[in-house]
């Protein structure tokens, strides 16, 4: 099991794998289209639009190669860290026992590395149906993404029907606001690559964490189940959270619940007690002290909020605010001098309005929720110069402070990997 606040760290580590990728697209079709703005013929376009969305298409297929294999690497990482950290957590409510070593366990070892492979099997597929928000409101693939936008703000300009300033805002509107998107070709569907990412990996994360328990459970003889606890819960786990279960009745309660314990941003886990050893985590009292503090909750701007409504509204603050910075990304990247100062000062708005909502909410700014890519220190220069840490390594350790080195895929299985501080 993990702790809620190391649930946490790994889905915003998560979120941020997607970081490089989301960068280069939108800088490489901004500075596209902002190129074919500048063409002052129709012919001249055409030949532009068949030397350089070529050339684009091509070093697109690169980059995205290289900046998967980075991502790879980090994936492999949170799920090895994750196993790890999970496992020595089960563990250590049973002194009396003396457990495996996590390296020296084959079964885990074989269990965290199908885990691994999976979930970059999934990341691969998810990027192979990226896609864009075009001018007119259409998700499309990438290809035909930056025809449509470099079509449109050529076509702008030399009809007349806006300024290159103006067309070029026109043509790069919803790649700011909408980002990097993850297409279903068949229903259309669409939703962000950060959060389709996100999702991805959190579920398997979530369903291998369960499988550790459940080693863990059977090696050390457990005939039951605690779920953990947490202030501000949503109120569908808020009942269940802080309590014991044999195995029967707990594998019941899962089973029933809409979102399982660990998955869909759940921030709750079970692990495995021997009923009548283990001591719950928390009285009912304290349990009952996290159920009212919630219901009482905060009242901001004459309004109130529950304790769990309240971190939502924090959530899409930060959502805002990285939607806002990938505005000035788009501003920097097109040289919009004008509505790159437009842009930062509701950057600044956005960031004020966070700051005081948390503060009067009584909630913890967290910072690195609202990063962007591409804001701030360049992400790709970060992911050059990681090192086996991983990139995502400022975020993560703080949370869990031992980790592994994730094997890489010309280890086999059961493998011990090695460890450092």
């Known amino acids: 099991m993990l702790t809620a606040q190391q649930t946490a760290a790994l889905r915003d580590a998560a979120y941020q794998i997607t970081g490089p990728i989301t960068e280069y697209l939108i800088q490489d079709i901004v500075r596209r289209v902002a190129a074919a703005g500048q063409l002052t013929s129709t012919a001249q376009y055409q030949v532009w639009r068949a030397q350089q969305l070529g050339l684009s298409q091509r070093q697109l297929k690169k980059e995205l190669r290289r900046l998967l294999g980075l991502s790879h690497r980090e994936i492999r ?26 390296e020296q366990n084959a079964v885990l070892q074989r269990i965290v590395s199908a885990a691994v492979e999976l979930a970059e099997a999934d990341f691969t597929n998810l990027t ?95 005939d039951g189940w605690e779920i953990t606890a947490h202030a501000n819960s949503a109120p569908d786990h808020e009942p269940i959270q802080g309590r014991q279960y044999p195995d029967g009745a707990y594998q019941a ?9 660990g998955t869909l941003n759940c921030g709750h886990a079970a692990f495995p007690i021997i009923l009548g050893v283990n001591r719950p985590q928390y009285t009912p009292e304290e349990l009952e002290k996290f159920r009212t503090d919630n219901e009482k909750g905060v009242v901001v701007d004459g309004v109130h909020y529950t304790g769990y409504q309240a971190t939502q509204m ?39 309005r966070y700051a005081e909502f948390s503060k009067a909410a009584g909630l913890r700014t967290q910072y690195e929720r609202t990063e962007a890519a591409g804001f701030g220190e360049k992400a790709s220069r970060s992911l050059a110069s990681s090192s086996d840490s991983g990139i ?5 350790p703080r949370e869990i402070p031992k980790m592994i080195e994730a094997p890489t895929p010309a280890q086999e299985p059961g493998l011990q990997p090695k460890r450092y501080l």
């Open 77 to 102: 990482r949170i799920m090895y860290q994750s196993a790890q950290s999970g496992y020595e957590l089960n563990v250590s409510r049973f002194p009396q026992i003396q457990a495996v070593r996590f």
């Open 128 to 222: 192979q149906t990226l896609g864009m928000v075009d001018p007119y409101g259409s998700a499309l693939p990438l290809q035909d993404a930056y025809r449509s936008c470099t079509d449109f703000a050529f076509k702008q300009v030399i009809t007349g029907a806006a300024s290159y300033t103006e067309s070029v805002r026109q043509a790069t509107r919803n790649l700011a606001v909408k980002g990097v998107r993850v297409i279903d070709y068949e229903s259309g569907a669409h939703t962000s690559l950060e959060a389709a990412v996100r999702r991805n990996i959190m579920g398997g994360l979530g369903l291998m964490q369960e499988q550790v328990s459940q080693i863990v459970h059977d090696q050390l003889g457990c």
């Open 253 to 261: 309660l899962n089973s029933s619940l809409v979102r399982r314990i």
């Open 314 to 352: 924090q959530r899409k603050l930060e959502r805002a605010i990285r939607a806002q910075k990938r505005k000035v990304m788009v501003d920097e990247t097109a040289g919009d001098k004008e509505k790159l100062a437009q842009d930062k000062t509701k950057l600044t708005i956005l960031r004020q």
């Open 392 to 396: 995502m390594g400022a975020n993560v």
